[in-house]
């Protein structure tokens, strides 16, 4: 049973545009949704995360637009660049219990 | 540097020899955990432990043990490996306290091969 579904699984995208990348979760308990960005090659590593407590995060050109009453959650890149061709993983978790559930990730390629 | 690390990287084994993947951190985290990735199916957790001498499981615990003797380091033990345990290894750690407790810092991975 997965908890966290993330569409879609590949995303081809051109220099300069929006990457979108969308998260859905079953599970009210969950109170953390980070996103983590993994290199070929290399582990996972944080780059954006919400609390429902709020709708929306920015970090640069990195944004996390939440819906508590829909449980979905989305990661949109602005101005995607090349650089940023990676396989991104939307993940959820409840506090208390700590157990990170993740979806089953998003291949991004960003063409010059 | 603050990083985790894990041994082996890669590691190519026969089935029912007792393996080990040793993890270690260096940033005093509570919180250890361990992943394993496959294609479609992302990562899934295994075992977690929110401090020493504390575990628990994880999604998929079958065919897998851990200890926590010390803060710094979470070994994965496969007693008797599968062909089904095929797979990419993730250990991560973070800290259980303040604004920053939910971050979880990933090692490079740990491919294993069980033939």
């Known amino acids: 049973q997965q908890q966290v579904k993330q569409s879609p699984q590949s995303l081809i995208v051109q220099k300069g545009g929006i990457s979108i990348i969308n998260c859905a979760y079953e599970n009210t308990a969950f109170d953390y949704f980070p996103w983590y960005q993994q290199f070929p090659g290399k582990g996972p590593a944080l780059l954006i995360a919400i609390r429902p407590d709020v709708s929306e995060k920015k970090e640069g050109r990195f944004t996390i637009s939440f819906n508590k009453s829909a449980k979905q959650f989305s990661l949109h890149i602005m101005d995607s660049q090349p650089g940023d061709s990676a396989t991104y993983f939307c993940?959820?978790?409840?506090?208390?219990?700590?157990?990170?559930?993740f979806g089953s990730g998003t291949r991004l390629q960003v063409q010059p | 540097e603050a990083q985790v690390t894990q041994n082996p990287r890669y590691l190519i084994t026969v089935t029912g020899k007792k393996l080990t993947v040793t993890c270690s951190q260096n940033m005093n985290h509570e919180y250890m955990s361990w992943y394993r990735q496959d294609p479609g199916l992302g990562l899934r957790q295994i075992y977690y432990?929110?401090?020493?001498?504390?575990?628990d499981k994880g999604d998929v615990p079958e065919g897998y043990k851990v200890s926590r003797k010390e803060k710094r380091n979470f070994p994965l033990i496969l007693e008797s490996p599968s062909p089904n345990q095929t797979s990419l290894y993730f250990c991560?750690?973070?800290?259980?306290?303040?604004?920053?407790?939910?971050?979880?810092?990933f090692g490079p991975g740990t491919r294993l091969t069980v033939t």
């Open positions: 993940a959820a978790e409840s506090t208390g219990r700590r157990a990170l559930t």
């Open positions: 991560a750690s973070s800290t259980n306290r303040g604004l920053r407790q939910n971050e979880q810092y």
């Open positions: 432990s929110m401090n020493v001498e504390v575990t």
